[in-house]
């Protein structure tokens, strides 16, 4: 009986799979009880990955083959689908496991039947540089959202009714994801987390979200550069998730511009 079934959805991602996978399996403390599902969102690479992924893994991954990218809530909606266990962990593949049990997960979820989410620690680097492992909702104030990140992440203090985590890597239970709907196949990229929380404390108002502070994983992001496209897809997504909460039109923008404000004054950049 599958326990826990990790999720990862690539794209022209044979760079950063093998060592995600190699993390995940060396921190498998549950054996049987895992299942892993690799769905490719029709990468140019496929073929190759394909094969290398089964002579490494055999019949430990399954990999399923989109026959369009149809971005990544769609491809994570074809992985759940495909999936058995109960709780479902999302992977990006550019994610290292660095100290996460496995086990741990799995026996918080079987002990509380209310808990919907659960997150863990983000750092960028190997010497671990912190990363953004939960973030404020997006109606808040650009300011509140900036000065309120940067502490509550530093001090590690996470308040599920006004937080929401980090979609690179986070644990979600299937029965109360799916009667959320899922991922909104609408958002091609970004906005998926701040989405997903409004829909499932919607749907479940019984549901809480934990945060696992000693649980620590490595999102290769240092240094990445953000494109004038990649932010013009962010906000136009972050926008649309907001009017499907009936927020006023232009709420993400304003909020977003006010934390680009206040970024450059204190910090120098956006």
């Known amino acids: 009986m599958k326990k826990l079934s990790v999720i990862i959805v690539t794209y022209n991602s044979e ?14 403390d549950i054996g049987e009880a895992l299942e892993v599902i690799v769905v490719d969102n029709n990468s140019r690479d496929y073929a190759h990955m394909e094969s290398e992924l089964a002579r490494l893994y055999g019949g430990r991954v399954t990999i399923v083959r989109n026959t369009r990218n149809g971005g990544y809530g769609q491809g994570n909606n074809i992985g759940i689908r495909h999936s058995s266990a109960p709780v479902i962990m999302i992977m990006n593949p550019d994610v290292r496991l660095i100290h996460l049990s496995l086990k741990e997960i799995v026996t918080r979820y079987e002990q509380d039947k209310n808990i919907a989410i659960c997150g ?3 750092v960028i680097n190997q010497q671990g540089r912190r990363g953004t492992s939960f973030s404020l909702l997006n109606h808040y104030h650009g300011l509140i959202r900036l000065a309120g990140g940067i502490v509550a992440n530093r001090l590690n203090c996470f308040c599920w009714r006004h937080m929401y985590f980090s979609g690179s890597c986070f644990c979600i239970r299937k029965d109360i994801f799916e009667q ?16 997903i929380h409004y829909r499932i404390h919607h749907a479940c108002p019984e549901a809480r979200d934990i945060y696992l502070k000693d649980s620590v994983y490595l999102h290769l992001t240092e240094n990445r550069p953000t494109t004038d496209k990649q932010f013009a897809q962010r906000v136009a997504s972050n926008e649309y998730v907001m009017q499907q909460q009936g927020r006023p039109k232009g709420t993400y923008i304003r909020s977003e511009e006010q934390r680009q404000k206040w970024a450059k004054q204190l910090f120098g950049n956006a």
């Open 120 to 122: 863990f620690k983000q």
């Open 15 to 28: 760079p950063d799979i093998y060592g995600c996978l190699e993390a995940l399996f060396a921190h498998n």
């Open 180 to 195: 959320a709907g899922l991922f909104d196949e609408h958002l091609f990229l970004y906005g998926e987390e701040n989405d």
